[in-house]
């Protein structure tokens, strides 16, 4: 790999590719050119050649690109040719609706276990998965050797979760909470602001009204 700075934007694009890839790859697609990419994920030709070049040559000139050795490759570039285990924090409607995504396991990454501090919710299954109670966060994130958690609790708690996940092992924290957290640099950290999505998403549509009107 290059030794320069990844944008974000391709990192982002590249699972979008991989996710075509694995479609046309179950239709028995076997070779695939970047303008068919483009036209699939809805970016030019030249953008998916520009991605694909910060990590190497892949495919042939003039034949394109085997459609399994490239999904194989952004695989692997985006972490994902091994198992990621996985903690939830936070049992409600979110933490359980994420502990029934299917997609999890399919892109490697395995929920371990899930926290909660409601007693009734101790000891139950989600999706095979036990709720266990925040005093055992740190015993079960090193027993199940766990790198990555989800915080999906009430913003006024984040902060508190996030504090007890950095005494732990863990090196990645996803956070639904819509609240900036305070961790240390050695913690990967990524926000998930649904109604920042959302807003994003009013404002390209209010956008194009304002464009149509203007024309």
Known sequence: ???????????????????????????????ISSGEIADGVGVSPAQVRKDLAYFGEFGTRGV????????????????????WSVVIIGAGNLGTALSMYGGFRERGFKVVGIFDNAPHKIGYRLNGVEVYPMERLKEIIEREKAQIAIIAVPAEYAQDVADQLVETSIQGILNFAPRVLNVPEHIELRNVDLSVNLELLTFNLAFRRSMKVVR
């Open 1 to 31: 790999m290059k030794t320069l700075k990844i944008p974000e934007a391709t990192i982002i694009r590249l699972s979008v590719y991989s996710r075509y890839l694995a479609q046309v790859d179950r239709r028995g697609v076997t070779t």
């Open 64 to 83: 394109g690109y085997n459609v399994k050795d490239l999904y194989w490759h952004i695989i692997k570039i985006l972490g994902l040719n091994t198992t």
